[in-house]
């Protein structure tokens, strides 16, 4: 695919001073389509959906409804009301885990490099509910380690409720075996809740053929815009989920002493909904159906490689994760040793317009598991992304680690 053409499609990558955005793992560009759309909703049909029926409200419940129509064959579900729109994959996460109902000494497993939205809510649990949550640790190298996972299945026993693990970490871009791991978890009858935050907008996710319960995802991660996410979960558990914000269309009637609940995914959708943000959602997910997502994924892993060659040898630098960046997708996360990482994003936007993430992105337990407080220096590429943008970003950090080093 020509990916190149299609940075015209943006607008901020459009002119000839462009930044080398590569800060897509936070938050990615959103193309004119998707901007264009969230305008014709203010400019043309600002009504509410799903209640009113005059033209705004009929238009929009369209959108929407066309929206979770094209989301739900982005990552094969198997109907539209198995797509809850959220307000990202933050949300989404807390959706399951508050939405659920927990036992004393039930045991939820993740890994140890978590983003704090498939930690916290489980934290949370424990100390509310009297859950038990378990962390499996990762290799050296933060590969997945299915052996251990497997002896903590065996270990909790009948007690595995959950597991809720991110397919790609944002801390290192490192992806683990879903399918093998859903395979084991459901052999211990247990969920399976995926965090796809950072593989869905990036690769194939076939919900179906990962063989998983859940999938979490952050619609702004995906060229769509802010304030949205998504939640996919097969039907009979969505219906079996208590909503953490319930009103408005959660119900299907009430009295003044009860409520009938609405199926999913009216549900989980209580109070008036980001519109703008679920008919733009149908445009971003329109423009990703247009990409081949297993070029989308050999080409970042491609401008990685050029990261990965580029700094590897640079001394004092070390790269989180395995070496080779075929398992790191599209993210080169960098620990600086002494060098302050605030500073050096500071100065590769300013010095160059190379746009990177500093700190810890929210993995705070990692850091704090390695003592390394300072965090890493994260670039993240996507498919808009080019060769020059990343020779633009190491050619420039090695010039700021020989000035300060
Ligand atoms: C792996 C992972 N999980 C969850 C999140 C949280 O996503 P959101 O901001 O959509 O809530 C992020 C955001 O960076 C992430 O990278």
């Not at 916290?120 to 009297?130: F, H, I, K, N, T």
């Amino acid at each position: 695919m020509d990916f190149k053409t299609m940075r015209e499609d943006f607008p901020t990558l459009r002119s000839s001073d462009a930044p080398a955005y590569l800060d897509n793992a936070c938050v990615t560009l959103k193309p004119q389509s998707v901007i264009d759309s969230i305008h014709r909703y203010y400019t043309e049909t600002p009504g509410c959906g799903g209640r009113s029926v005059h033209r705004y409200g009929t238009a929009v419940s369209k959108g929407v409804r066309d929206a979770r129509k094209g989301l739900a064959a982005f990552i094969n579900a198997e109907s539209t009301n198995e797509i809850v729109f959220t307000r990202n994959a933050t949300h989404s996460l807390n959706q399951i885990a508050h939405g659920m109902s927990w036992n004393k000494g039930d045991v939820v497993l993740t890994t140890d490099r978590e983003h704090n939205s498939n930690l916290v809510p489980w934290l949370q649990l424990e100390q509310e509910r009297g859950i038990d949550h378990r962390v499996v640790k990762s290799h050296e190298n933060n590969t997945f380690d299915l052996e251990a996972f497997e002896e903590s299945c065996k270990e909790a026993g009948s007690n595995l409720r959950m597991v809720s693990m991110s397919h790609v970490g944002n801390l290192d871009g490192v992806s683990i075996p879903i399918q093998e791991i859903a395979k084991i978890a459901h052999d211990f009858d247990a969920l399976v809740s995926v965090d796809g935050a950072q593989s869905t907008p990036h690769m194939n996710v076939d919900v179906q053929e990962l063989g998983i319960d859940f999938l979490s995802f952050s619609i702004h991660k995906m060229c769509g815009p802010s304030g949205m996410g998504g939640l996919w979960g097969r039907y009979d558990l969505l219906d079996d989920l208590r909503t953490i914000q319930s009103g408005g269309q959660t119900v299907t009637s009430s009295t003044y002493t009860e409520a009938s609940w609405a199926q999913p995914p009216a549900r989980f959708e209580g109070g008036l909904g980001n519109f703008s943000g679920m008919v733009a959602t149908g445009a971003a997910v329109e423009y990703l159906t247009t990409l081949d997502m297993n070029a989308v994924h050999q080409h970042e892993i491609k401008l990685n490689k050029i990261m990965t060659k580029g700094v590897k040898d640079i001394a004092g630098l070390e790269i989180i994760g395995p070496e080779d960046a075929t398992q790191r997708g599209g993210i080169c996360s960098i620990l600086l040793d002494e060098l302050p990482t605030h500073d050096v994003a500071l100065l590769l936007d300013e010095a160059a317009g190379v746009m990177v993430r500093s700190g810890q992105h929210c993995v705070h337990s990692w850091f704090a598991d390695k003592g390394l407080p300072q965090g890493s220096l994260r670039a993240s590429a996507y498919f808009y992304n080019t060769e020059e943008d990343v020779k633009r970003f190491v050619d420039t950090l090695t010039e700021i680690v020989h000035t300060l080093g």
